[in-house]
């Protein structure tokens, strides 16, 4: 199991407006990065820092952080958005070393 | 631009050893942290180890999981990282993929499928 929890999949219109959320203890301060990941190809970043989008990433991509939940928005989603998604954060703990990912969660476009 | 090319994939008994590899070009290779990355099938990634930088003596770091069974290495020479894996167990079968570290995972290869199987 992970110690970052993903609902294992969400779905949304095109057009329309995805979330997808990630916690875990004490994700207030560390910080978190989303990946996504297209069938058969490898993750690409999304998101880093939180809220900041890597060049050439859409705008339509955004994040967030509230408490021990962050959050990835995809704003008018298409067809192309279609993958599975991971959260992650540098673990500190002697169970988690090193860097840790969420369960993953796959979107789908109606 | 940024290139991580993983190869030595393949086909492995239980027990045994294999050698990955990862060709970056394209940074100063020896100026980044290195890290490896895997997915068994249809599952979620893990990450696997890694080499921090020149400046940090690259030091290696590794996962529960997979300490004292495998070794990453770098040859700047080479521009090449390497993940040498022994005592192979089912559960490792997993696509390998060589990222590069600027704070974040910001590149990553096209992995390499290692199957462990007798």
């Known amino acids: 199991s992970s110690v970052l929890t993903q609902p294992p999949s969400v779905s949304v219109a095109p057009g329309k407006t995805a979330s997808i959320t990630c916690g875990g203890d004490n994700i207030r301060s560390k910080s978190v990065h989303w990946f996504q990941q297209r069938p058969g190809q490898a993750p690409v970043l999304v998101i880093e820092?939180?809220?900041d989008r890597p060049s050439g990433i859409p705008e339509r991509f955004s994040g967030s952080k509230s408490g021990d939940t962050a959050t990835l928005t995809i704003s008018r989603v298409e067809a192309g958005d279609e993958a599975d998604y991971y959260c992650?954060?540098?673990?500190?703990?002697?169970?988690?070393?090193?860097?840790?990912f969420g369960g993953g969660t796959k979107l789908t476009v109606l | 631009e940024v290139h991580l090319v993983e190869s030595g994939g393949g086909l492995v008994q239980p027990g045994g050893s294999l050698r990955l590899s990862c060709a970056a070009s394209g940074f100063s290779f020896s100026d980044h942290y290195m890290n490896w990355v895997r997915q068994a099938p249809g599952k979620g990634l893990e990450w696997v180890g890694r080499?921090?930088?020149?400046?940090?003596?690259?030091?290696?770091e590794y996962a529960a999981s997979v300490k004292g069974r495998f070794t990453v290495s770098r040859d700047v020479s080479k521009n090449s990282l390497y993940l040498q894996m022994s005592n192979l167990k089912t559960e490792d079968t997993a696509v390998y993929y060589c990222t590069r570290e600027t704070v974040v995972l910001d590149y990553w290869g096209q992995g390499t499928l290692v199957t462990v199987s007798s």
């Open positions: 820092h939180d809220t």
């Open positions: 080499s921090r930088n020149r400046a940090n003596s690259y030091i290696t």
């Open positions: 992650q954060v540098w673990g500190t703990t002697s169970d988690h070393p090193g860097w840790v």
